[in-house]
């Protein structure tokens, strides 16, 4: 799958993960209707919140912090640091997960996490989160055979 491909449908996946975060924590997703193989922003998205759902908030709640206290053109870098710092954690408390897998994971929690206790930051969340995922995890994406590959075989 061509990078520019996977690109778009990040950010469709992460703009309908924090767009429509209230429906996927109330309803989920009936995977019975989506196809197996095809793309479902939605299928994804759940998928990237269950993901995200582990969290330590001792840990969490300071990265936010930094985060809200950036200028707007600082926002991207403060929000990737978040996430290597969150990242660099889980790491040493597991390093035998791929650290693609806990870039990802960490970027989903941290931009969850940030939805939910600071909506006003959600668009520039989003921004920065569609930004850090194309950025630093397409290629692993694409090695992985696109989002559909990495929903079934990298999130269980």
Not at 10 to 20: A, E, G, P, R, S
Not at 115 to 125: A, L
């Amino acid at each position: 799958m061509a990078a520019a491909d996977i690109q778009k449908q990040t950010c469709d996946v992460i703009h309908y993960l924090l767009h429509n975060y209230s429906e996927l924590e109330a309803d989920g997703v009936d995977n019975a209707t989506c196809a197996e193989n095809s793309f479902d922003a939605e299928k994804i998205a759940s998928k990237l919140r269950e993901l995200g759902d582990d969290y330590d908030e001792r840990v969490i709640q300071p990265l936010m912090n930094n985060v809200q206290k950036a200028s707007a053109d600082q926002v991207m870098t403060a929000f990737s640091d978040g996430v290597e710092s969150l990242c660099k954690v889980w790491v040493v408390e597991r390093a035998e997960v791929v650290s693609e897998k806990q870039l990802l994971k960490a970027a989903i929690t941290l931009g969850l996490f940030m939805t939910k206790n600071c909506p006003d930051m959600m668009n520039v969340v989003e921004v920065a989160m569609m930004g850090f995922v194309n950025n630093r995890l397409t290629n692993w994406i694409a090695e992985q055979g696109g989002w559909v590959s990495v929903s079934k075989n990298s999130m269980c």
